[in-house]
Nanobody, 121 residues
Framework: QVQLVESGGGLVQPGGSLRLSCAASGRTSSWYTLGWFRQAPGKEREFVARIAPNGAPIVYTNSVKGRFTISVDTAKRAVYLQMNSLKSEDTAVYYC??????????????WGQGTQVTVSS
């Protein structure tokens, strides 16, 4: 089993920044690709970014390229999502994930509990 605990969500104005953190634990937590998905109200859950266990490669969904940065601290087994230039359409519940290399929901083996990000003036 892998446990994922997120933190760092909140309310931010358009153009602002937030940093999400996720701590992974469990015997096999170092084997998995770590990533982030999000789900906006009334929409399906979607892939945001993922990072390989050793920090590379990295993949982003097109809508966040140039604004979001995913990183991993292998010693702490933590993954981060730095979100800059936030837009109202980034409003969603963000989920930390652990799984295989891929952008589909079926690639995710473990989910965090989710953290709310609201972008609003």
């Amino acid at each position: 089993q892998v446990q994922l605990v997120e933190s760092g969500g909140g309310l931010v104005q358009p153009g602002g920044s937030l940093r999400l953190s996720c701590a992974a634990s469990g015997r096999t937590s170092s084997w998995y690709t770590l990533g982030w998905f999000r789900q906006a109200p009334g929409k399906e859950r979607e892939f945001v970014a993922r990072i390989a266990p050793n920090g590379a490669p990295i993949v982003y969904t097109n809508s966040v390229k140039g604004r979001f940065t995913i990183s991993v601290d292998t010693a702490k087994r933590a993954v981060y999502l730095q979100m800059n230039s936030l837009k109202s359409e980034d409003t969603a519940v963000y989920y930390c994930t652990a799984g295989t290399w891929g952008s589909s929901l079926s690639d995710v083996k473990y989910w965090g509990q989710g953290t709310q990000v609201t972008v609003s003036s």
